[in-house]
């Protein structure tokens, strides 16, 4: 995608070190900026800065205000734990991608080289777990079967690294060349996980398991799922009618009785969500920057941060 110029906007004096700069956009529109560390302090929002590509943070309680600004470069970053996993751009000659694990002041721990392009980042609420996602060919859902994807699972204690789970076992089904995995997101047991695959032109919610390498589908058309703080509900996108280019509507599922729950957010959310509490998930629209949105079905979409993508929160 072309990127369209930066338009620099004048410098205002907001106090505290604030200071503003313009976006990415046709039109000049200033963000406040503040001096300090980014640092994963819980009750701070994190997410990657439209203009800047750097990791930034805001606190909650006043997503609208000021936001502090790192160094830190990310497609796609995500938090837990006190630490924090950030998919970049690779450094290598050849395009692909970077995994770096950072702690509570942004400083790089590790990282692995990924084959790629960045889509998708997450760690389990201890932070032992982490997967990624990347495309290889493609760089869509909107068609599927015209992109190929490959999904990485982590495990920090052990070290186990299983670069590719394309080799996972899906009970009642036979393996097939064209089966592709995506949007991990784990139970508190540190092996159990819900992802997305697809095959033949559809798309699963599984429930898989990390150390057995085999999964089991839960149900069809879900992409993306994302699991619940209680680990009751899983937020999910279903492909739906309408936008060929967006055709995608949030639900929330629950485990227990398997009713799903449509979202009042209907703009096509093509993001992994995140819940900012039990009642609340966060994501990422293009252009329109981090909204949230009940998780009971009920409400209306709400801003949170402008000019920004891939939330995520800090916890106590």
Not at 99 to 110: K, N, S
Not at 221 to 232: M, T
Request: hydrophobic share 40%.
């Amino acid at each position: 995608m072309v990127r369209i110029l930066i338009v620099v906007a004048a410098v205002i004096a907001l106090g505290l070190g604030a200071t503003a700069y313009a976006l990415r956009s046709p039109d000049e529109v200033a963000v406040a900026v503040e001096a300090g560390p980014v640092e994963l302090t819980p009750g701070r929002l994190l997410f990657v800065d439209d203009v800047t590509g750097k990791v930034a943070s805001v606190p909650l309680s006043a997503p609208g205000g000021p936001r502090r600004v790192s160094s830190l470069s990310c497609k796609r970053f995500y938090t837990a734990a006190q630490q924090g996993l950030c998919l970049a751009d690779g450094s290598r000659p050849i395009p692909g991608s970077t995994a770096v694990f950072v702690d509570r002041t942004l400083t790089e721990r590790r990282r692995v080289d990924v084959a790629g392009v960045a889509n998708r980042a997450k760690l389990s609420a201890d932070g032992r777990m982490a997967s990624w996602t990347t495309f290889v060919t493609g760089d869509s859902y909107s068609q599927a079967g015209t992109f190929s994807t490959r999904t990485a699972i982590l495990d920090q204690q052990t070290e186990v690294y299983s670069s590719n789970i394309e080799g996972t076992r899906i009970a009642g089904m036979k393996m097939a060349g064209d089966m592709n995995f995506w949007g991990v997101t784990f139970t508190a047991d540190d092996r159990t996980y819900y992802a997305t695959m697809s095959t033949a032109g559809r798309t699963y919610l599984i429930q898989g398991d990390a150390v057995e390498e085999s999964a089991k589908p839960l149900r069809e058309n879900a992409e993306c799922p994302s699991l619940s703080p209680d680990g009751k509900r899983v937020a999910f996108k279903k492909r739906v009618a309408g936008d060929g280019a967006r055709p995608w509507r949030e639900h929330v599922l629950d485990l227990t009785t398997m009713v799903e729950t449509p979202l009042a957010e209907t703009r096509g959310i093509d993001d992994q969500v995140v819940w900012l509490d039990n009642d609340t998930i966060a994501y990422g629209l293009p252009g329109e920057g981090i909204w949230a949105v009940q998780a009971n079905g009920e409400g209306a979409p709400r801003q949170l941060v402008p000019h920004a993508s891939s939330p995520s929160l800090v916890t106590g």
